[in-house]
């Protein structure tokens, strides 16, 4: 069974930062996209930021210079380092992966960790 785990989510000040980390288990044949996505209270889940298995990255416009998004392919492990964080970066965040498993490809998401910036 596939399962994406998330932490290092909690509660920061604002200009304060977080690493968020999202590591993939189970029987997994290969990993292409992955990225991390957001939920704040009464809005849509929104993009964060995705990386290729190449490493190619492409981050939403309100997070640009201030996150960075990473993997270790080795650990089947995503990074999300958020610095200079705000309030407005509330949310719970969620990472993704389009992986292939024992059932074929598909789109698999974890949990959801809290990120909660104070003013």
């Known amino acids: 069974q596939v399962q994406l785990v998330e932490s290092g989510g909690g509660l920061v000040q604002a200009g304060g930062s977080l690493r968020l980390s999202c590591q993939v288990s189970g029987s997994i044949f290969g990993i292409n996209a992955m990225g991390w996505y957001r939920q704040a209270p009464g809005k849509q889940r929104e993009l964060v930021a995705t990386?290729?298995?190449?490493?190619?990255?492409n981050y939403a416009d309100s997070v640009k210079g201030r996150f960075t998004i990473s993997r270790d392919n080795a650990k089947r492990t995503v990074y999300l380092q958020m610095n200079s964080l705000k309030p407005e970066d509330t949310a719970v965040y969620y990472c993704?992966?389009?992986?292939?498993?024992?059932?074929?490809?598909?789109?698999?998401w974890g949990q959801g960790t809290q990120v909660t910036v104070s003013s």
């Open positions: 990386i290729t298995s190449g490493g190619s990255t």
């Open positions: 993704n992966a389009d992986l292939r498993s024992t059932t074929g490809w598909g789109s698999y």
